[in-house]
């Protein structure tokens, strides 16, 4: 056969392939999740905590998605091409895309967002528009982004919404506008209704740049108040898919064992959660590096891997997930349980215990996203009771919890943060010195943690273009850090997602179920 028709007989064999591709996608029905807690914005451009972003990343869109080897895939950029010396990102948007309200997408909406909106109300947005020389629009389809010295994480930054310009005009206060509440994007969903502490509805973008996309007629988002509702709801079909924290992690083998559900651990490759309990440096004696490490050797870390979270974790004692490149794990310092150590610790810190046996106290203030994190700050107060630690939880709604972290206004914390692909917009804004309140992100240096040395070093390796001297300078980061324990590592998270067998497509990229859904079907 001549190399003409082998290759004739191939593109025939290619697109039969994608024609029955194409088929077995089917169109229609109602997919069914669970959204806990109940978010308090559907604007990821206002707030990133992780229930917004599961709900708005369906109607919000950024330029770029993520694959699970961390590669950069479409979405409102079509293309892009990055200099030879790392300085100039030039991305070509797609054309005849609409906003939600029919108004066209344009280059001056990514200029609005990544330069005005975003920055204004996120820290991390801010650092990136730091490393921005200018921002130029050869016309309404490109934006070239043109920065002062190399910063190969500068791709990993485009996944963050996209705002339309065109309803903030003439607006200052961009936290408090009248348009954060109309949530117009340009994603595969509309938002239909919010029927407050009962569920949040999107339906399909018909006007959606996406070929026949999205597959799904419509999403419900149910709000139910405790696990065992979560549970049941699922266990009897009113819904399709269960997050990590949906239910308690005890629950999740038993439930995968259910007729036709898939259990899958995948699509945190981009986010890379790690729990943490933060640790507020700003107050005595937590701001003594001695109470910290004391503090690290007084929970047993294992325990609320094991116990509280089912086996669902693994062990860590530094700033990156399991899931980084630039992970050195020898270059951490380990903390073993050892409440004997922690006693000598804060011994040698002076903190003498008292009649009652009470060192000092302090308040937490738990994570609010239900009975999983609750039993794990009840576990905090006991260990550390146990080594002279008076613990007084603070109970609070989520506002309240991201209000008190982000003003310094807690001596403990609980959270978890993504600390995505690249540590130079995953974590090192959390360890840099800061002076002020962090309002805006949790996953700041809400902990007031300063070195001087560890500035530098993030700094330099955020602007390092050789990946093998990235790596040497994050080790070193990584083993001042560990050293210095700004705040519990608690566990590299491991979040496993349940769905019934008839979800197609429900993880498809790096960002799991944080994604569009605009390939998610149903089999009839």
Known sequence: MSRFLRSL???????????SSALAQEAGGTLNLIVQPELPTLNVGVNRLGPTTYVGNKIYEGLLTYSADLK?????????TVSDDGLVYTFNLRRNVK????????????VFSFEKFLPALQARSRLNLAEVKEIATPDDHTVVFTLKAPFPA???????AVLPAHLYEGVTDFRNAGANTKFVGTGPFKFAEWN???FIHLVKNPDYWGDGKPYLDDIFFHVIPDANSRAIAFETGQVDVLRAGDVENFDIRRLAELDGVELTEAGWEVLQPVGYIHLNNRHKPLDDVRVRQAVAHAIDRQFIIDTIFAGFGHETNGPLSRLSRFKDTAAETKYEYDP?????????????????????????VPLPYGELWQRQAEYTRE??????????????????????LTSFDYDLGQNFVYTTADPAVGISYAYTTVEGDNAGTTGGNV????????DRLLAEAGHENDAEKRKALYSQAQKIISAEVPLIWTHDIVFPTLYRGKVRNLITTGFGTDENFADVWLAK
């Open 9 to 19: 007989a191939l593109s025939v064999v290619l697109s039969l392939s994608a024609w």
């Open 72 to 80: 950069p895939v479409p979405r409102l950029a079509e293309s892009w």
């Open 99 to 110: 906003w939600h309200d029919g108004q066209p997408f344009t280059a001056k909406d990514v």
């Open 154 to 160: 500068f791709i990993f930054v485009h996944n963050t």
């Open 196 to 198: 407050k502490g009962s």
């Open 340 to 364: 004997a150590k922690a006693n000598a610790l804060l011994d040698e810190a002076g903190l003498k215990p008292d009649a009652n046996g009470v060192r000092f106290a302090v308040k937490l």
């Open 383 to 404: 260990a550390l009771a146990a080594v002279g630690i008076k613990v007084e939880l603070v109970a609070t709604d989520v506002p309240g919890w991201f209000k008190r």
């Open 447 to 454: 902990n007031g943690y300063s070195n001087p040395e560890v």
